[in-house]
């Protein structure tokens, strides 16, 4: 990710919340969809999660532009939207990322155990508001 687009230092900690991501991507149709989703943040990239053989990760793998949005559980003023791709796709090992997703939303590992991968997705534009 260039320097100059990241997610902000003072809205990182937002990934930390149990705050829903909406990820908007366009399905076969050429259709915007947009789907509440848990989302979190590796330093890098914006992670989510979806299992093995999701409509959504078909339509991402042949359009892989999504955007992502994410409100403040604390303060409905903080929020983040980013726009980028799918850079990779990778197995979800023993659900790592899955159960600690649920672990942050929900207090206890997820509890359909079938395969699942996770979207990692390279950032190229942010806008936000700090809340203040």
């Known amino acids: 990710m260039p320097d100059d ?5 003072d809205l990182v900690d937002v990934f930390r919340e149990p705050a829903l991501g909406h990820l908007s991507y366009h ?3 050429g259709q915007i969809v947009t ?3 848990w989302v979190t943040h590796d330093g890098e ?4 999660s979806s299992r ?3 409509a959504k990760g078909k339509a991402l793998r042949v359009r892989p532009e999504v955007s992502v949005s994410v409100v403040s559980t604390k303060n409905p003023w903080r929020w983040l939207s980013v726009s980028g791709r799918v850079s990779d796709i990778q197995p979800d090992e023993g659900l ?4 600690e997703l649920s672990r942050r939303y929900t207090g ?3 509890q359909a155990r079938t395969p699942r991968e996770k ?3 390279m950032v190229d534009r942010v806008s936000k508001s700090s809340g203040g």
Not at 45 to 48: D, K
Not at 96 to 99: E, P, S
Request: proline share 11%; aromatic share 10%; net charge negative.
């Open 5 to 9: 687009i990241r997610i902000p230092d």
């Open 27 to 29: 399905n076969p149709k």
């Open 35 to 37: 789907f509440p989703m």
């Open 45 to 48: 990239h914006v992670v989510t």
């Open 52 to 54: 093995v053989g999701s």
């Open 96 to 99: 790592v990322l899955i159960d």
């Open 108 to 110: 206890q590992d997820y």
């Open 119 to 121: 979207f990692l997705i």
